[in-house]
């Protein structure tokens, strides 16, 4: 009786996925990007439809595919395409997960053509700020919709942390751990621990993706959809 009301409470919850890495044109063929491979985010894609949620996917650019029917996936390039996306979608939407590696910035101006290579001379390229698109979404955030983020730190972690879901109206953060080997970018596992909005905190230790994603649907989404009930 418990185990079923449990798997069906994301039934045709309508979820917001964003994920991998954007990536900036510098001119047709160059770009500023980051490692982020997507696979904690489709992880997290897969595991929600796996429990009957409507999950629609913005990726980034990465090598990934999804498998289960129930994932709309929406391939985007950059953070404002990620962005444009993103803030007419949440509206619709139940719950939203910002596993994205967005970029911070992007170059002022993108070549038409392709950059030429002048012997023994230093370039540069200036860089203005990309859009936040989890603080847009918390600025735009009703109640009865969930917003979870993800953070990546390297100093003070946990202090950071709680200060990012609040600057941008999170309900929960999932903090990222790069201090042990196996955790992070390109890994198949991950370690991270949950951080609440009243302060609660839970760590877990290395796990697969897939096992995260479940860590992070049972301690953020299902308590809330509890709650809604
Ligand atoms: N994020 C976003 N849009 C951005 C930057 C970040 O939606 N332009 C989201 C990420 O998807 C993540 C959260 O915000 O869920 C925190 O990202 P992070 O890079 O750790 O934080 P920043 O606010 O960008 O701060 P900094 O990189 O300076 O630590
Ligand atoms: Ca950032």
Do not use: W
């Amino acid at each position: 009786e418990n185990f079923f009301t449990q798997r069906d409470i994301l039934l045709g919850k309508k979820i917001l996925i964003t994920a991998g890495p954007t990536y900036e044109r510098i001119d047709p063929v160059r770009f500023i990007g980051n490692f982020s491979t997507g696979k904690m985010g489709y992880a997290i894609a897969e595991e929600c439809a796996a429990r009957g949620a409507e999950v629609t996917l913005i990726s980034g650019p990465t090598a990934l595919s999804v498998t289960h029917p129930g994932i709309r996936l929406i391939k985007v390039e950059s953070a404002n395409e990620m962005y444009e996306a993103a803030i007419d979608i949440f509206p619709r939407m139940d719950a939203a997960i910002l596993s994205a590696a967005v970029a911070d910035y992007r170059p002022e101006h993108t070549a038409d053509e392709k950059m030429k290579r002048t012997e023994g001379k230093n370039i540069s390229i200036t860089l203005i700020p990309n859009p936040d698109i989890a603080a847009a979404l918390g600025k735009m955030k009703k109640p009865g919709q969930l917003l979870i983020g993800f953070a990546l730190e390297t100093t003070d972690e946990e202090e950071n942390a709680q200060k990012k879901l609040e600057k941008k109206n999170m309900d929960y953060i999932i903090l990222n751990s790069l201090k042990d080997e196996g955790a992070g970018f390109g890994y198949d596992t991950n370690k991270i621990t949950i951080l609440s909005r009243n302060g609660e905190k839970k760590t877990f230790g290395l796990k697969t993706k897939k096992e995260v994603a479940n860590d992070i649907i049972e301690h953020t989404l299902i308590p809330f959809f509890e709650e809604k009930k």
